[in-house]
T-cell receptor, first 113, second 112 residues
């Protein structure tokens, strides 16, 4: 079946660097995408979302880019901090049937001081 | 800030036993969900619940699973006869307007 996948299972960066976490999705019908952060022992935490009618959305220190042509989603974290260390998941869904989120496997971000 | 809470944090059970995982969603939320995450794997959707009935369920959510909102505050997931492969983290989530799900901290279920 169609699924969401991540290219890099682990990303190690230095504090202050910019981080880029990538995600490929295969369901071309998906029109709503979300990035979640999951810290150890906690549930997924919403970071930022983007609808398919946009190609970029900015939050506080985070930017999500959507490239529908190649079905690619990325999360950029500016000036990465040790507190950003976590597993990051992308998820996709259809706004018309929002309840079903399909998650990717996750990328571990490790930030060294 | 309101949070989704889940109890217990860790449940250990014998294969074949019934377990009930409990969740208290955020109080003004209307949509409720269960997900599971097997160790090292991705989060998987199990079921969504709205207006006192299941709105969607995945293939994982077979006859061994059931959900209930018994008293207007709790939202429970019951596994009738647990199997070894049910061992996972189970996350509850709630949503007010069907546009942003807030997740609980999860219950780790270990089936021996």
């Amino acid at each position: 079946g169609e699924s969401v996948g991540l290219h890099l299972p682990t990303l190690s960066v230095q504090e202050g660097d910019n981080s880029i976490i990538n995600c490929a999705y295969s369901n071309s019908a998906s029109d709503y995408f979300i990035w979640y952060k999951q810290e150890s022992g906690k549930g997924p935490q919403f970071i930022i979302d983007i609808r398919s009618n946009m190609d970029k959305r900015q939050g506080q220190r985070v930017t999500v880019l959507l490239n529908k042509t190649v079905k690619h989603l990325s999360l950029q974290i500016a000036a990465t901090q040790p507190g950003d260390s976590a597993v990051y998941f992308c998820a996709e869904t259809l706004l018309s049937g929002y309840s079903t989120l399909t998650f990717g496997k996750g990328t571990m971000l490790l930030v060294s001081p | 800030e309101p949070e989704v809470t889940q109890t217990p944090s860790h449940q250990v059970t014998q294969m074949g036993q019934e377990v009930i995982l409990r969740c208290v969603p955020i109080s003004n939320h209307l949509y409720f969900y269960w997900y599971r995450q097997i160790l090292g794997q991705k989060v998987e959707f199990l079921v969504s619940f709205y207006n006192n009935e299941i709105s969607e369920k995945s293939e994982i959510f077979d006859d061994q699973f059931s959900v209930e909102r018994p008293d207007g505050s709790n939202f429970t997931l019951k596994i009738r006869s647990t199997k070894l492969e049910d061992s996972a983290m189970y996350f509850c989530a709630s949503d007010r307007n069907n546009n942003e799900q807030f997740f609980g901290p999860g219950t780790r279920l270990t089936v021996l």
